[in-house]
């Protein structure tokens, strides 16, 4: 069986593309923007003949995927999209974030319904940013679930590139759905909406200086010097990168269970302090981070908004890795990659 994956290069892709493979189960084609990422991805996955490359420049493009499509339409029988830019380094938030992210969720189901006759479910990456309400994170009376819509509108979201990328997931998801029910497709469909992701690179050769942006909250403070701030700035939830690619696979494995989900990648509230404080406990960080104010952050899941993903761990069934567990995975790699173990 065949999966088109979008963005492969990602973070999170990766992770998808090694799980697949360990099932050897499926052949994958995944889309990637130029020949050198190609040629790197594959080498990493040491050539395997199941992992296949298709070259797609830019989603914002509305046709980026027809030409992949109409040449390998017929054998695809899973779509995994997850291409999406992840980061808040824009200039036009709108040009940068939102064009690409709906213009590629429309250009990629379109291509699907119109190009892959065999297709039987496509999962959509979503984001955990189209569920909540940014402004509202703190209001500890509020209950989300895989119901929740993220309510902000375009006006206010592009007055900022980290409402516009929240935006932007909620844009790109929404376009699923939609075109769904108006090109009547016959395929299952189901989202997955992860909170921040953490956890290793899939290939220790893929760490590099800064890292993706959900890792790098990580890899900021296990850089930072001992007398740098532990602010505030990040208050969120947490999951691990290898649990969100099992999400991806699991739908694939048994489409009609997941058909019409959205699965809230979610496994407990962290903020800035609570990184901070599993940092101190691995000996060679200890001394040379900061400190913070420990545990400043362990009244977090009680301040926040709640989030009820009862429904989502059902489906799924396994346990989700702890935060002390992804952010040691992380930093662990960091530290060897940089020959501090
Ligand atoms: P990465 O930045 O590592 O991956 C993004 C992928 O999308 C890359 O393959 C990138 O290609 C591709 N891409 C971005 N913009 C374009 C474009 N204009 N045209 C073609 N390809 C493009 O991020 P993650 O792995 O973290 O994110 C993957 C998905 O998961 C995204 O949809 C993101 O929104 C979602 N997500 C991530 C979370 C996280 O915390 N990491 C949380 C919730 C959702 P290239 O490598 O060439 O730049």
Redesign the pocket.
């Known amino acids: 069986q065949t999966v088109f994956l979008?963005?492969?290069?990602?973070?999170?892709?990766q992770h998808i593309i090694k799980q697949l493979l360990d099932t050897k189960k499926f052949k994958i084609i995944g889309?990637?923007?130029?020949e050198d990422?190609a040629q790197k991805l594959a080498n990493n996955f040491n050539n395997s003949p199941d992992l296949s490359f298709v070259y797609?420049?830019?989603?914002?493009d509305p046709k980026?995927f027809d030409a992949a499509f109409e040449e390998h339409g017929s054998k695809i029988d899973f779509v995994i999209h997850?291409?999406?830019?992840?980061?808040f380094k824009v200039t036009d938030p709108k040009k940068d974030l939102i064009v690409?992210?709906e213009i590629?969720s429309a250009g990629i189901f379109k291509a699907s319904v119109k190009y892959a006759p065999n297709l039987k479910h496509f999962v959509v990456?979503?984001?955990?940013?189209a569920v909540f309400d940014i402004l509202r994170e703190e209001d500890n009376s509020l209950v989300l679930n895989e119901e929740s819509w993220n309510t902000m509108e375009e006006e206010q979201a592009i007055t900022n590139p980290v409402f516009a990328?929240c935006y932007s997931?909620k844009v790109?998801e929404q376009t699923v759905w939609k075109l769904a029910k108006d090109l009547n497709a016959k395929f299952n469909i189901n989202a997955v909406?992860?909170?921040?992701?953490?956890g290793p690179q899939c290939f220790d050769s893929s760490v590099t200086k800064e890292l993706?942006?959900?890792?790098e909250i990580i890899n900021k403070f296990i850089h930072a010097s001992p007398d740098s701030p532990v602010d505030e700035s990040i208050k969120g939830s947490f999951i691990d990168?290898r649990d969100?690619a099992k999400a991806h696979i699991e739908p694939l494995l048994n489409s009609e269970k997941f058909n019409g989900k959205r699965l809230i990648m979610d496994a407990g509230r962290f903020g800035n302090q609570t990184i901070v404080d599993v940092l101190n406990e691995i000996p060679q960080l200890k001394g040379k981070i900061p400190v913070g104010n420990p545990h400043r952050d362990d009244e977090l899941p009680v301040k926040m908004a709640k989030v009820d993903n009862s429904k989502t761990k059902e489906l799924l069934g396994f346990e989700f890795i702890s935060l002390e567990q992804t952010v040691k995975d992380t930093a662990l790699q960091v530290l060897k990659h940089e020959g501090k173990l």
């Not at 979008?6 to 892709?13: E, F, L, R, W």
Request: hydrophobic share 40%; with cysteine; glycine share 6%.
């Open positions: 979008s963005g492969a290069t990602g973070y999170i892709a889309s990637v923007r130029s990422k797609v420049k830019d989603i914002a980026a997850s291409a999406s830019p992840f980061h690409p992210a590629g990456t979503s984001s955990y940013a990328y997931k790109a909406n992860p909170v921040y992701v953490f993706n942006t959900s890792c990168v969100v």
